[in-house]
């Protein structure tokens, strides 16, 4: 069983800043392929960031230049650096862990993913 625990959520001011962040504990891998998630009301899940243990990080399009996702795997810890945030980027944001070292063939998909944390509200305004 693997617990994920978001913090840093709130309200923001557009052009900001916020970092958000996601602690692992449970029978967890520092290896595993991790992920940053969010859902706004009405919408469907949405990829924001991957990265795995080794250097591999991919984002959604619409973040791309503005959000920077981190790890450290020996704390087991997914950090998400957003900068500039707008306000379409309000929503509920979920760290989301594979429990595997490899990432998903579509990694910005939540549908491989097996382990998910509570969520954090972010609201930019």
């Known amino acids: 069983q693997v617990q994920l625990v978001e913090s840093g959520g709130g309200s923001v001011q557009a052009g900001g800043s916020l970092n958000l962040s996601c602690a692992a504990s449970?029978?967890?891998?520092?290896?595993?392929?991790m992920a940053w998630f969010r859902q706004a009301p009405g919408k469907e899940r949405e990829g924001v960031a991957v990265?795995?243990?080794?250097?591999?990080?991919e984002y959604g399009e619409s973040v791309v230049g503005r959000f920077t996702i981190s790890r450290d795997n020996d704390k087991m810890t997914l950090s998400l650096q957003m900068n500039a945030p707008r306000p379409e980027d309000t929503a509920m944001y979920y760290c989301?862990?594979?429990?595997?070292?490899?990432?998903?063939?579509?990694?910005?998909?939540?549908?491989?993913?097996?382990?998910w944390g509570q969520g954090t509200q972010v609201t930019v305004s």
């Open positions: 989301a862990s594979m429990g595997a070292e490899f990432c998903p063939t579509r990694p910005t998909e939540p549908y491989d993913y097996g382990y």
């Open positions: 449970g029978d967890t891998y520092r290896r595993d392929c």
């Open positions: 990265a795995d243990a080794y250097g591999y990080t």
